[in-house]
């Protein structure tokens, strides 16, 4: 006998559905700056829409480019990046390194964000940033109209400021954001933590 499930479904039943057209539809993803660093010239900034988890042992994800983007060249040469993870105070500078252009643009100087080293890649971090994740591509695929890079991840730095005194990551606190169907969202508030839907109630303190 299955266990119930319990839900808080709109009254009703299902939603209706109609038929939409295959696209990239898939949302809310994770918007991420992206900075590479080249054989020559600056480093730059691209903001990408299209990443996520691909493996957990090895740490390994997954970014998309287009080949026509700048960036597509410097990380081809390099075979390594950073996924800068911005906050809702970086939402601005987030949305005008995905709009302007690498080749004619100094995109750090422009948006006033901070090269700081990176540990483990030649590329930098944006310090401004809570969370870094510094990798090295183990693959490029040519998928279509974009390239799916597959990285290992290397090395990650994280803002103090997230790390309680139990050396525990406090993500919630971040201010994440995230992208769904042309617009930016700050991640909201929590609804449950993984595992949650089986979890045993705790029992009462008499």
Sequence with gaps: MTKSTKHSAPA????????????????????????CQGHEGPPNII???????????????GISVTPARHSHKLISETREF???????????????????????HDKFARTGLTAAPAEHVRAPIIAECPLNIECRVSQALPLGSHTLFIAEIVGIQVSKR??????????????????????????GKAIGTFGFSVKKDEPRKR
């Design 82 to 104: 950073v996924v800068n993870m911005p906050s809702r105070y970086e939402a601005f500078a987030t949305d005008l390194c995905g709009v302007i252009s690498g080749r004619d």
């Design 162 to 187: 997230l790390i309680s005194t139990e050396n525990h990551l406090s993500i919630e606190k971040a201010g994440l954001i995230a992208f769904a169907h042309g617009t930016y969202f700050e991640l």
């Design 12 to 35: 009703g039943g299902p939603p209706e559905k109609l038929s939409w057209p295959a696209g990239t539809l898939l949302g809310p993803v994770p918007v991420v700056m992206i900075s």
């Design 47 to 61: 903001t990408v829409a299209w990443a996520g988890t691909l493996c957990s042992n090895p740490p390994m994800l």
